[in-house]
């Protein structure tokens, strides 16, 4: 059954930069088809879709959080991992990582990882 | 961006009840919706994509319409599992957003 594993730091210090992984099980991100993507949800619930990228390493990042974020892929271990630097206070919420499926053009994200809460905190 | 508004923010209902839940988008997004259902601690699951395709292995008593600006998503028979909070969210255009949710509570 495919499934995403997330990895990484839960506790993360003011202007450091956070390192998130997310490993595809049982499909290959090499095969293409899909877009890799990040989201977060503040403690509110509100959803913020960070950004994405392809097997190829195409990326593209949410306007509002660009100057920040990088997105890369690592298909030796069938990975692709987050960084987001400069991190505040307001960077404190739940990271999830998912695939983009598609149809006919409309995206949509239809597998998820299991998610990673991530407090900023001296 | 594109603001995606569900209403109502949250409703009370009762097994076996028939449940509609709205969102519209800021800006025509065509059929560019989707529609996740999130219960409490989890990560969100794909209900519909497309504004009316069921994913596959979500019940048929869930389903989806609209296009343009406005979109529903129905329970025809509410069930005990199917309390939780619900998201649209549009990918029509370049930055993909969600809508703030509504919470389906008994």
């Known amino acids: 059954q495919e499934r995403l594993q997330q990895s990484g730091p839960g506790l993360v210090k003011p202007s450091q930069t956070l390192a998130l992984s997310c490993t595809v099980f049982?499909?290959?991100?090499?095969?293409?088809?899909?877009?890799w993507t990040w989201i977060r949800q503040y403690p509110g619930k509100r959803l913020e879709w960070i950004g994405y990228i392809y097997y190829s390493g195409v990326t593209y990042y949410n306007p509002s959080l660009r100057s920040r974020v990088l997105i890369s892929v690592d298909t030796s271990k069938n990975q692709f991992s987050l960084n987001l630097s400069s991190l505040t206070a307001a960077d404190t919420a739940v990271y999830y990582c998912?695939?983009?499926?598609?149809?006919?053009?409309?995206?949509?994200?239809?597998?998820w990882g299991q998610g990673a809460q991530v407090t900023v905190s001296s | 961006d594109i603001q995606m508004t569900q209403s109502p923010s949250s409703l009370s209902a009762s097994v076996g009840d028939r449940v509609t839940l709205t969102c519209r988008a800021s800006q025509n997004v065509a059929t560019n919706v989707n529609w996740y259902q999130q219960i409490s601690g989890g990560a969100p699951r794909l209900l519909i994509y497309a504004s009316s395709t069921l994913q596959t292995g979500v019940p048929s008593r869930f389903s989806g319409s609209g296009g343009g600006t406005d979109f529903t998503l129905t329970i025809s028979s509410l069930q005990r599992e199917d309390f939780a909070t619900y998201f649209c969210?549009?990918?029509?255009?370049?930055?993909?957003?969600f809508g703030q949710g509504t919470t389906v509570e008994i």
């Open positions: 969210q549009q990918t029509y255009y370049s930055t993909w957003t």
């Open positions: 998912a695939r983009v499926g598609a149809v006919v053009g409309i995206r949509y994200f239809d597998l």
């Open positions: 049982n499909a290959s991100i090499s095969s293409g088809g899909h877009y």
